[in-house]
C-alpha cells in the first residue's frame, strides 16, 4: 500500500465517550504485546458496556440485540500487560437499522491512539434474527455519540 493511503492516528478530541479497559496477563502473546484479536473484543466490550450503562441495549430481555456485519483495526502502537487502554467511542453512521461505531484505544493518559478500528452492528429482532429500525433509547444515544 502506498503511503498515500496509510492511515494517521486519531486524536482523543475527536471521540465523543471514553471507557477504562485493564488488560490482563492472558492478553500478551509470544511477542511480549498484546495479540492483535484482542482488540476486537476490546471494541465490543467498550461499546456494549456503553449502550447498556445507557439503557439502550438489554442483552437479556431485550427484543432487539446488534449482530456485527463489518469489523476493522489498524494498529500503530503496541500495547501490552499492564497497561490499561482507554477506549474513546464515537457513532460515524447510522442507518435505519444498522450504526457505525468507531473505536479508538489510547494508551493511558496518550493524546493520539495506538489503534483505531470500526464495526458495525445491524440491530435484528431477538426472535426472527432480521433487521428491525433502531429503538428510540439506542437512537437517542447513537445521536448523543455522533462524531
Ligand atoms: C444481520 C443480518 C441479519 C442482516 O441481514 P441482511 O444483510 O439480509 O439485511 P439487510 O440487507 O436488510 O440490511 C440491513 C442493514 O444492514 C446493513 N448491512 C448489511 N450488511 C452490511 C455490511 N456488511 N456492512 C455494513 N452494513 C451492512 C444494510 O446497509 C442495512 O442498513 P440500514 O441501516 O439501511 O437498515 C445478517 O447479515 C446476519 O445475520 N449476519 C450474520 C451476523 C453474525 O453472525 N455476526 C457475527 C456474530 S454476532 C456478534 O459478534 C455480536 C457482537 C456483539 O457486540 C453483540 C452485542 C450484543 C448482543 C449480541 C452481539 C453479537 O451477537
Given at each position: 500500500?502506498?503511503?498515500?493511503?496509510?492511515?494517521?492516528?486519531?486524536?482523543?478530541?475527536?471521540?465523543?465517550?471514553?471507557?477504562?479497559?485493564?488488560?490482563?496477563?492472558?492478553?500478551n502473546?509470544?511477542?511480549?504485546?498484546?495479540?492483535?484479536?484482542?482488540?476486537?473484543?476490546?471494541?465490543?466490550?467498550?461499546?456494549?458496556?456503553?449502550?447498556?450503562e445507557?439503557?439502550?441495549?438489554?442483552?437479556?430481555?431485550?427484543?432487539?440485540?446488534?449482530?456485527?456485519?463489518?469489523?476493522?483495526?489498524?494498529?500503530?502502537a503496541?500495547?501490552?500487560?499492564?497497561?490499561?487502554?482507554?477506549?474513546?467511542?464515537?457513532?460515524?453512521?447510522?442507518?435505519r437499522?444498522?450504526?457505525?461505531?468507531?473505536?479508538?484505544?489510547?494508551?493511558?493518559?496518550?493524546?493520539?491512539?495506538?489503534?483505531?478500528g470500526?464495526?458495525?452492528?445491524?440491530?435484528?429482532?431477538?426472535?426472527?434474527?432480521?433487521?428491525?429500525?433502531?429503538?428510540?433509547a439506542?437512537?437517542?444515544?447513537?445521536?448523543?455519540?455522533?462524531?
Open positions: 500500500m502506498s503511503s498515500a493511503h496509510k492511515p494517521t492516528p486519531h486524536s482523543r478530541s475527536s471521540y465523543r465517550a471514553f471507557r477504562s479497559i485493564p488488560t490482563r496477563w492472558m492478553d502473546d509470544m511477542y511480549g504485546h498484546v495479540n492483535n484479536v484482542v482488540y476486537y473484543s476490546w471494541f465490543d466490550t467498550a461499546v456494549n458496556a456503553l449502550l447498556i445507557r439503557g439502550a441495549l438489554d442483552i437479556h430481555q431485550g427484543q432487539t440485540i446488534g449482530f456485527v456485519v463489518e469489523t476493522q483495526c489498524n494498529y500503530f503496541p500495547i501490552a500487560f499492564p497497561e490499561t487502554v482507554e477506549a474513546g467511542i464515537r457513532v460515524a453512521q447510522a442507518g437499522s444498522s450504526v457505525r461505531y468507531e473505536i479508538a484505544l489510547f494508551a493511558q493518559g496518550a493524546e493520539t491512539a495506538a489503534a483505531q470500526h464495526f458495525v452492528h445491524v440491530y435484528v429482532d431477538r426472535a426472527t434474527q432480521r433487521p428491525v429500525p433502531l429503538p428510540e439506542l437512537q437517542r444515544v447513537v445521536d448523543s455519540l455522533k462524531a
